[in-house]
Structure formats: C-alpha cells, structure tokens
C-alpha cells in the first residue's frame, strides 16, 4: 500500500513538473519572438487539449498551443454546453468582492426597502450615468452605493467635490444627473474622491457607470432597469 502511494504520488510529481516546464517553455517562446508582448501574468490549460490560456494585463485573455507558435485572441465557446468559456473566465477575473469596496467613502440612495444592495461608480460629467441614473428611477426596493468616480475632466473632480460635501448628498446627486440642475457649491473634506479613483484604478475600474453586486460581478456601461434587476436577483448579498 505504501509503495502504491509512493508510486501515485511521484506521478503526480512529475505531471506537475512537466506542466511547470511546459508552461515555461510557452512564456520562453513567445517572450523571444514577440517583445511587446505585455508581461504574462500566467498560462494555464484551457478545456480545449493542446490549448493554453495566456492572461495579461490582469483580465487580458490570448490563446496559444503547447509549443507558442499560434497567438489566439476570441472567444472560445463550449459548443456542447453552449458556454462562452472567455466571456466567463474575463468576468471571474473582473469580480471585485463586495465586502472589498470602501463603503465609507461612498453615499447612499435608498429606495423602497433597501433590501437589496450594488454599488456605482459615476462621473458627473458622464452622459451614460445620467441615462443610467434616470433608468434607475423604474428599480425599486435596493440600496445603492454611490462612488463618485470623476475620471473624465478636471471639472469633473470639482463637481464630485461639491456632491460630495453637499448637505444631502442623495438628493443633490439626484437633482444633478435625472433633473439636470447645476452641482451646488460646498466645501468640506473631499479626500473620499480621491480615495475613490485610486481604488479605481487598483481594480481597474476603466469607465463609468461600473455597476458592482453583492456576489462581486462587475457590470461596465449604462445597463437598463432590467439588466439590473436581473443582476440584483441573480446575487446573493455578502
């Protein structure tokens, strides 16, 4: 019995460290012949045999085959389960867990029960966020958490400033994106916009509106009321 294990267990071994030199062999070739390549973050086997992923850039997904001499960029589709595989893999690698987002840093507005929770991240200057804000109006019973996000200009930094130390932060945001008044002028300690675009640019929260759940998917764009409430009642709260 011992020897069986012995014998299991060096298996395992060396299929580990054929995998290792294999992997190695693949970051070796395609770093010679393709310098601007961006810095691999890792390779790894795909369901496909003799296919492997290349991640960079974080959440940056190329294809490739055991020996490096194809570069794949697309999708690749599980036809017997109909499973975009890429489009899964990108969105596991873009979750930003829920109970990560600094929450201090970000005011609420709550409709209905609250029950419910997602997050934002907006620039008063986006045109996108004003659809998606005056969308949301129709989603009811949900607690969201405001992020302003000002990456746009630099009068977009004043504008989160103000919003930010206005009296009623919920009810000023919503006069500025869905009834289109001007951002009032208030002074206070505004440090949370800052706090918000380095965080944002840590997770590589690129555009806005970003919408982030409970379960820690990541929805960029102006989705519909529908899209949200699809998304609210897919996640679980954290």
């Not at 009811?140 to 405001?146: C, S």
């Not at 994106?177 to 918000?196: E, G, H, I, K, Y």
């Not at 944002?200 to 409430?229: H, M, N, W």
Request: with cysteine; aromatic share 8%.
């Amino acid at each position: 019995m011992k020897l069986l294990r012995t014998i299991f267990l060096g298996a395992l071994l060396g299929i580990s460290l054929g995998a290792h030199a294999q992997e190695a062999a693949i970051r070796k070739t395609l770093i010679e012949r393709l310098p601007n390549l961006p810095k691999i973050d890792e390779i790894s086997k795909t369901a496909m045999p003799g296919l492997y992923e290349i991640r960079v850039n974080g959440s940056e997904i190329f294809y490739t085959d055991a020996e490096g001499n194809f570069l794949i960029q697309g999708n690749l589709i599980d036809t017997k389960l109909k499973r975009n595989l890429t489009e899964e893999r990108v969105d596991k690698l873009n979750a930003l867990p829920f109970d990560a987002l600094p929450l201090k840093d970000a005011f609420t507005i709550v409709r209905g029960n609250g029950k419910r929770k997602m997050a934002v991240f907006e620039d008063p200057n986006c045109g996108y966020c004003k659809r998606f804000e005056r969308d949301m109006q129709k989603v009811n019973d949900v607690t969201v958490y405001l992020f302003l996000y000002p990456i746009l200009s630099p009068d977009s930094v004043e504008k989160s400033k103000n919003l930010w130390c206005a009296k009623d932060q919920a009810k000023t945001w919503q006069d500025v994106m869905v009834r289109n008044q001007p951002v009032p002028s208030a002074s206070c300690d505004a440090s949370a916009v800052t706090r918000n675009v380095e965080f944002g640019k840590k997770y590589r929260i690129t555009g806005t509106p970003t919408l982030i759940f409970a379960d820690g998917s990541r929805v960029p764009g102006a989705a519909s009321a529908q899209q949200v409430e699809k998304s609210l009642s897919e996640a679980k709260a954290p």
